[in-house]
């Protein structure tokens, strides 16, 4: 089982690392990492993750899993990823996305009309691609799956093992891992957190998001 996640420079390295550490568990699972040019790609802050292969050489893999980061900006116009999500969509048996992977999900053309979910700062622009943005932490939409920001990936992948081989493989996966969330903060969405919180985090977003070259 071929389980393909695309990188980028700008990627969130949780995105892509937290469903990889669930999805490799997988009885039969092979993760590839890939890219439009094979070589370690920089996350925002700097650490380095490894495409081993050319995105030509993964076309039919049965998952796609797509991560996001403030490089998604560069990505949302015409592209060979953005060709490659499409194609590949065709034969997958599960697309899915984490935080604004969303985002190229839409700008592939594969959210119209659907659910789907994203970073909280940027539902606007997922509503933009033509999807209808919820704030459910996982969505499911036929074969498209969509999570949340950053750590939801985790849950997703967890769901997808449980659709894929069953809930009792998907909780081994789950002991495996001690994943036993127990935050010593409420703060994790922005329905909990406080207020000045929110809107500080949500300026320092768009502050960012304004230095970010977008696609050519």
Not at 25 to 54: I, N, Q, S, Y
Not at 164 to 171: R, T, V, Y
């Amino acid at each position: 089982m071929d389980i393909a996640i695309p990188l980028f420079d700008g990627i969130t390295a949780l995105d892509a690392i937290g469903p990889y550490e669930v999805l490799s568990r997988l009885p039969g699972a092979r993760v590839r990492f890939v890219a439009v040019e094979p070589g370690p790609k920089r996350t925002d802050k700097h650490l380095a993750l490894v495409a081993d292969e050319p995105l030509s050489a993964v076309t039919h893999p049965e998952i796609i899993m797509v991560p996001g980061g403030f490089g998604t900006r560069a990505l949302m116009t015409p592209n060979p990823l953005l060709d490659w999500i499409r194609t590949a969509h065709e034969t997958s048996q599960w697309t899915t996305s984490v935080c604004t992977g969303s985002l190229l999900l839409g700008a592939a053309g594969l959210l119209r009309g659907l659910e789907a979910t994203t970073h909280w700062t940027v539902m606007d622009e997922l509503r933009a691609l033509g999807a209808t943005p919820t704030s459910r932490r996982v969505v499911e939409q036929g074969k498209i799956v969509t999570a949340a920001g950053v750590s939801s990936g985790i849950d997703m992948a967890l769901m997808l093992a449980a659709r894929i081989a069953g809930d009792e493989m998907a909780q081994t996966i789950q002991l495996g891992i001690e994943y036993d969330p127990q935050p010593p903060f409420d703060a994790g969405s922005p329905e909990k957190a406080p207020r000045a919180i929110v809107e500080g985090l949500r300026e320092r977003t768009r502050a960012r998001m304004r230095t970010v070259p977008a696609g050519t």
